[in-house]
């Protein structure tokens, strides 16, 4: 089975991780170390983000 490529940057991961204080974990036990509730914390950030980005886009 071929692995997937992730859509977000690895920049913007560690940017959200970051802001949701689960950075700390991910820098000592990898991505595989946090909890499916912070990983779809960090997905439903990244989709608010989008959208935010795409309604400035609009208004410009």
């Given amino acids: 089975m ?8 690895d920049q913007l991961k560690e940017e959200i991780a970051k802001e949701l204080g689960i950075y700390d974990t991910i820098q000592q036990e990898g991505w595989g170390g946090i909890k499916a509730r912070d990983a779809g914390n960090m997905v439903k950030r990244a ?8 309604q400035n886009k609009g208004r410009s």
Wanted: no cysteine; glycine share 6%; charged share 30%.
């Fill in 47 to 54: 989709i608010e983000m989008a959208e935010q980005n795409t």
């Fill in 2 to 9: 071929a692995r997937r490529r992730g859509i977000m940057s």
